[in-house]
């Protein structure tokens, strides 16, 4: 999904970069990430998810592909570096996002953020596939960015509701608050329609660039 919410980026906005240096960078820093979050993810008795079970069976390839993306995304990010300032704020909302799971306290304390994980999903997503390809592209911010950026936003923290809704539970037990499981099942409904309610809005003026 990534790779698409890119295209359309560069598309809309015209965006002229290294693109095959960035996607590199973008997909090996994503199996990166996304296995160190499940390797911190905790089993424990009576978990029925099938997708957390497996994980549970397979940690030993959890490291291994965290440490195959970080050499990748190294390797991608040399071409890049001139631009280290502005990807090292993808890095920073991206550990973000993992870091309630640590068990430490200054990592334990983002758990108690009301709002915390699901808005860090959200800015990592749209920052990655929206604003960082215009900074890296020398592009400066101006109406059409902000407007995209915005219709990104929304769009993507509906689909963010979807998953952390499937993780409810999970979360709950580990003890990791967001909107999600603060509302009840009536406002979680209500937050995903005004989320998605607002992506349409802001995608409307969007289709005019």
């Not at 099942?185 to 809005?201: D, I, K, P, T």
């Amino acid at each position: 999904m990534r790779g698409g919410h890119d295209w359309q980026s560069n598309e809309m906005l015209r965006l002229d970069y290294d693109r095959n240096n960035y996607y590199g960078f973008a997909f090996f820093a994503t199996i990166c990430s996304y296995n160190f979050h499940w390797y911190l993810t905790p089993g424990g008795v009576g978990v029925t998810s099938h997708r957390l079970l497996w994980g549970q069976r397979q940690r030993m390839l959890q490291l291994l592909l965290c440490a195959l993306g970080m050499l990748g995304a190294l390797w991608y990010f040399l071409p890049l570096q001139r631009h280290w300032f502005p990807v090292s704020g993808a890095i920073l909302l991206t550990f973000l996002y993992s870091a309630p799971k640590l068990a430490y306290p200054p990592f334990i304390w983002l758990r108690k953020i009301a709002i915390g994980k699901t808005l860090f999903l959200t800015f990592v997503w749209t920052y990655v596939t929206t604003v960082l390809p215009a900074f890296v592209a020398d592009r400066t911010p101006g109406l059409p960015l902000v407007l995209l950026t915005l219709h990104r936003f929304f769009l993507i923290y509906a689909i963010c509701i979807l998953f952390d809704y499937r993780d409810r539970e999970q979360d709950k037990r580990e003890g990791i608050r967001s909107l999600i499981t603060y509302f009840d099942e009536r406002g979680v409904g209500r937050l995903y329609y005004v989320s998605v309610l607002l992506a349409v809005v802001f995608a409307l003026p969007c289709c005019g660039m």
